[in-house]
């Protein structure tokens, strides 16, 4: 076992195992090093910015968890996997660069992040798992890539920051509360490949004003638009009119317009949900 003034490095300098909590300044991680363990550098709170060789290829769970004075960290080309819960509570960091190399990031790995303002996803990673920039109120900017085929439950919850987001085409369903309490998101695009959007998905979503549901879109669960008092205009793309009644709970429906195709106007003035809504227009 080897050890300097701020840290414990076991196997051959393989896995970072433990740090000195006490420790103030910048943390260098030795080259040789391939992974960071588990925990860490959990509750290190004095490190202000981190140095991590391109040895590494795994940052493990909790890893840096509540490390509040961290305000910069360069994740390296050659990191493959960004733990659970790997940078939660890192309220000082700002930004982060995730490179392309890294094709798993963890559930709730930024959860908490207050400071965090943008974030360059990597190319090639196909989920964002739940939880994981739940909490960044921050968080302005954030290109989620192509490559993203699912969006967990929770994972841009109570982002108050964000403004707007474009769902990559080959998302299929918007998870359980995935947007909610997102109250400065003003644009959401919503690709034809999503058939399902989740509970309580845009709950809270305060500045919404107008929302395009494609007609691939097929279940709409309970309060997925709850509280959503702004939105002025729905289109809805369906040539037959489906129930999406209680995704629209608590919503005044007689200060919307809702936008349907030309030819099924007659059927939605019929309905006895959508005749509720204040104008109902062909288009």
Not at 19 to 40: F, H, M, R, S
Not at 73 to 89: A, L, M, T
Not at 105 to 121: D, E, H, P, Q, T
Not at 160 to 186: A, M, Q, Y
Request: proline residues 4%.
């Amino acid at each position: 076992m080897k050890k300097n003034n701020y840290l414990t490095i076991s196997k051959g300098g393989l896995t970072v195992l433990s740090c000195d909590k006490n420790y103030k300044g910048d943390l260098v991680i030795p080259n040789g090093v391939t992974k960071i363990g588990e925990e860490a550098f959990k509750d290190c709170k004095d490190f202000t910015s981190v140095e991590i060789p391109y040895s590494v290829t795994d940052i493990g769970r909790n890893a840096f968890h509540g490390c509040s004075g961290l305000t910069s960290i360069k994740i390296p080309i050659g990191v493959k996997k960004i733990g659970n819960f790997g940078f939660e509570r890192c309220t000082g960091l700002t930004h982060v660069n995730i490179p392309d190399s890294v094709n798993k990031i963890g559930r709730n790995a930024f959860l908490g992040c207050s400071g965090l303002s943008s974030v360059k996803l990597p190319y090639g990673l196909t989920k964002i798992e739940d939880g994981t920039f739940s909490g960044c109120e921050s968080l302005s900017s954030i290109d989620i890539p192509y490559s993203v085929t699912k969006i967990g439950k929770s994972a841009f919850l109570d982002c108050k920051n964000l403004s707007s987001i474009e769902i990559p085409n080959r998302v299929t369903g918007i998870g359980k509360k995935t947007f909610k309490d997102c109250t400065n998101l003003t644009s959401v695009k919503i690709p034809d490949s999503v058939w399902k959007i989740g509970n309580n998905a845009f709950e809270n979503c305060t500045s919404l004003a107008s929302i395009n549901i494609p007609d691939g879109v097929t279940v709409i669960w309970r309060h997925a638009f709850y509280g959503c008092k702004n939105i002025t205009g729905i289109h809805l793309n369906h040539e037959y009119p489906i129930n999406f009644s209680e995704a629209f709970e608590a919503t005044d429906l007689s200060k919307i317009t809702l936008f349907v195709p030309i030819a099924s106007e007659k059927d939605y003035r019929k309905h006895p949900f959508y005749s509720q809504f204040g104008k109902i227009v062909g288009e």
